[in-house]
């Protein structure tokens, strides 16, 4: 009886198998994207008083070292808790699967500049860097661009504005409609 027991203790442990597989081994098996794009981004927040700004590339990530993995609401929480910590450089953020309500966030303490060649493309997930604190150089207000346009007029002096100054503008600009669409098309 222990003899036949042993065995089939033996056949039942013999023919099991046990694998471990990280989440971040799963995204090197999705296919690239047809023309991945780069995002300057700018997020609020309450510890950041000007909310937080960031690089993001998405439909791409970084296979570089990890600091933390962890589920979050959404990729705003991701760039929070890289802000908290001083050693994370960037983070990847991966969009929620369809039987998951959270997505996934790792902190990495490399960035694409560390190793370009780290980069990898990846479907529903976006690259983070260069997560920092907005400072007051990296908003604008509208308002300005109508008072200095007002007071042109109201003076009577054609609109005359030096070439600097207008190509300032424009980038400005340019930069409030790259956010816009992007959180247009994030809420799609």
């Known amino acids: 009886m222990l003899v036949s027991s042993l065995t089939l203790c033996l056949l039942i442990f013999s023919s099991v198998q046990a694998t471990t597989e990280w989440f971040g081994d799963l995204r090197a098996h999705l296919n690239p994207p047809k023309n991945p794009a780069f995002y300057d981004v700018t997020y609020d927040d309450s510890d950041c008083p000007q909310g937080l700004h960031s690089d993001a590339i998405p439909d791409y990530v970084y296979f570089g070292a990890m600091m933390s993995t962890m589920t979050v609401d ?107 669409n992007l959180r247009f098309r994030s809420r799609r």
């Open 74 to 180: 959404d990729h705003s929480e991701c760039l929070q808790q890289c802000v908290q910590l001083p050693k994370c450089k960037a983070v990847n953020f991966f969009e929620p699967m369809s039987y998951q309500e959270k997505g996934f966030c790792e902190l990495l303490t490399e960035s694409q500049f560390d190793n370009p060649s780290l980069m990898r493309p990846f479907r529903k997930a976006t690259y983070y860097e260069k997560i920092r604190c907005r400072d007051s150089e990296d908003s604008f207000d509208r308002a300005d661009v109508f008072k200095s346009s007002a007071s042109n007029v109201n003076s009577g002096s054609p609109v005359a504005k030096s070439t600097k100054e207008e190509l300032s503008i424009l980038k400005k600009l340019s930069d409030k409609v790259a956010e816009f």
